[in-house]
């Protein structure tokens, strides 16, 4: 597959995606097009797990901590600002500060993989067990009352940059949140195919080889931990945005696990894959729920086990290895000369070499 062509794919694939996200709300039904909100929401932080994890190898376990703080960054600061503006901006900045934080102290700490995962789902835990204990009055930052386990109700949602008066409907909400997926997505391959990206993998390959080459692998795992936990807020925001609501659920153990299912069943080293994985996941769990036959955690479980037995590489790269099986590479245009030479030129060739 040459790169012209590869260009050209990707460029189709992207003018499709911006069609299809325009004409989303004209073709289907109000639900299911509040439906598919909420998923390209979440596809948002699919993508920020996808990226630390499948190109920078950090396996975080508590990636709902950054997505839960954008999300009450988000709520608090747009009941006090009655302006969605600045709220998305503190939606981003807060969790990526705490992620440099927390970040600083893992990776210049020098502590192993293994207890990353540890502190982070730990974080999640504190997190969830902080705001759910603040039920009382007194909890409350200005305007915003905290409501412990109750939650935040009647969040503002996105309204117009600088006009609140201008709140956006529900298809303009799809348009932002499915054009923020898109954009995420092109901006990640964008970055992993610039020589920062290059390092990123380079340090996820080889720490030591990176660092001989002069670069510090604690530096650019801490700048790829601070970017994910920005991406992971700004899905927080999208996602209190779909709901007007925000309750300490939002840091359960329960959805960083779906995460990880998420991108084992589209493809860990992909961005496409955790977005599909993400999208099929979450129609199952919401068609099981609406039917109320099955328990969701268990058909998540077999899925899970189903996948890493028979299709441990997921989804995405799978159909991309079957897709490269059917249709073979175009030859390089030297060989291709070569397969036209006459057989007496050929033969001269021959005759020539020996």
Known sequence: MTIRFRLVAQAVAVL???????????VIELFAMMQLTLFAAMAVLALSLAFIWGFG?????????????????????????QDSTPSILL???????????????IFFGRISDVYLGVITLTVTLILFNCVNSTSGDEYRIGKALLGGFNGIPAVPTFNVP???????????SWWVTGGTLLGTFL?????????????IVAVRENEVRASLLGYDPRKVKLLTFVLSGAIAGLAGALYVNW???????????????????????????????PIVGCVLIEYIVAYIGSQQALNSNLVLGAVLVVFVL???????????????RLVPAPKP??????????????ASHMAGAE
């Open 243 to 273: 709901g007007a609501f925000v309750g300490p659920t939002i840091f359960s153990l329960s959805l960083s696990a779906e995460i990880i299912i998420w991108i084992t069943v589209g493809g860990l080293g992909t961005l496409l894959g």
């Open 91 to 105: 939606a981003i900045i807060i969790p990526s500060l705490f992620a440099a934080i927390l970040g600083y102290f």
């Open 310 to 324: 028979l299709l441990p590489k997921g989804l995405v790269p799978t159909a991309r290895d079957l897709l490269m």
């Open 16 to 26: 499709i995606a911006i069609i299809a996200i325009v004409l989303i709300p004209s």
């Open 57 to 81: 190898g950090i396996l975080s376990f508590g990636q709902t901590a950054f997505f839960g703080l954008g999300g009450y960054a988000y709520a608090i600061s747009a009941i006090n600002f």
């Open 162 to 172: 600088f006009y609140p008066d201008q709140i956006l409907s529900p298809e303009q």
């Open 333 to 346: 245009k030297a060989q291709l000369a070569d397969e036209q030479l006459t057989p007496s030129v050929a």
């Open 187 to 199: 901006l990640l391959r964008l970055l992993l195919s610039l020589p920062a990206g290059r390092v």
